[in-house]
């Protein structure tokens, strides 16, 4: 490659991963919710660690075009792995105990990424499928492990740094799971924004053109696979902690499929798809189970027919105004930056 090209390449990953206005604002919003919003912490809760189960399927079915209706079964792995090593004991320091978690699910990722990658789309949906289903029957048979059917009950999780107490109110659960679905973001931003994350996208655009001109594709997906399996882990180890329960749902194929509608609600193949679609989605899902519970699926449902009708192009240009604000003062906070 041509210092030239060199240079064009360095210019083009320092322009993506450069912060956008909304970005900022995104975050700065979260992060006031810890303060302004102390009566929705629980719900908030919910939609953090949602988010980051949406963002690592993203990472897969946006990115790298790997697609999975099993997304649970890491997610599941987590959640039950977090909440093993609390109940006895194991691991008491709750950062410690979610790290754990996620490597766990990140090698049941790795074991798994083989055969997943191995057949086209239909082959990839029945086996992450069958993944799932075969880990939630086995934690419904070993049920003096996981409890079974009456789910893992008797879960304590220790004060974080060994000073912050889970309280009822979800105000420690908010701000720990915000904090990690933020960092755990940033470092899917970076990786996305990277030679790494352009190259997934030239194999899910023309994955034989890719391995034509080089590029390692099996390798590069299965690391992508194992990374998304790794914080769908985190995530599902979250939700234990955070409420100090978990049971066989975690496994089921509606957390899979309710994980799809949060990625068309919010859109993939962009990071803040899954964190957008989570929010819509949880959003929804509260308040129209209170106007009518039996009920809310339908509006749900609805919703995506509208996304489908409508289509997300039109939906997008919309935006187009807001958006070309916000590359203006893009463009001239990178000029000021080159200035300096």
Known sequence: M?????????????????????????????????????????????IA?????????????????????????????GAYAAGLLAKHELVNEPLLALLLAGLAAALLGFVTSFLVLRGADLTRLMVTLGVALLLRELANKHAWLTGGADGLQGVTVEPLLGR??????G?????????????LFLVARRIMNSSFGLSLQAMKE??????????????????????????????????TQTTAFTSLDVFSFERS???????????????????IGAVVFKLLQDSLSTITPQYWPFWIGLLLVAIVLVGRERITAWTAPLRAFAGRLDRRRGAAATKA
């Open 206 to 239: 023309n994955p034989a053109r890719a391995e034509a001109v080089g590029m390692p594709v099996s390798r590069r997906l299965i690391a992508v696979y194992t990374l998304a399996a790794g914080y769908a882990g985190i995530a599902g180890a979250l939700l």
């Open 171 to 183: 105000h420690t659960g908010y701000v720990y799971t915000l904090a990690v679905t933020f960092v």
């Open 49 to 77: 660690w949602l988010a980051l189960f949406a963002l690592s399927l993203d990472l897969i079915l946006g990115y790298a075009g790997i697609v999975s209706l099993g997304h649970a079964a890491f997610f599941g792995l």
């Open 2 to 46: 041509s210092p030239q090209a060199q240079a064009d390449a360095a210019q083009l990953l320092a322009g993506r991963a450069r912060w956008h206005p909304f970005e900022v604002l995104f975050w700065l919003a979260a992060a006031a919710s810890t303060v302004l919003l102390p009566g929705h912490h629980l719900i908030l809760t919910e």
């Open 164 to 169: 912050f107490r889970f309280d009822m109110f």
């Open 257 to 275: 499929a309710d994980l799809l509608l949060v990625l068309i609600i919010g859109g993939a193949g962009y990071l803040y798809g899954g964190l």
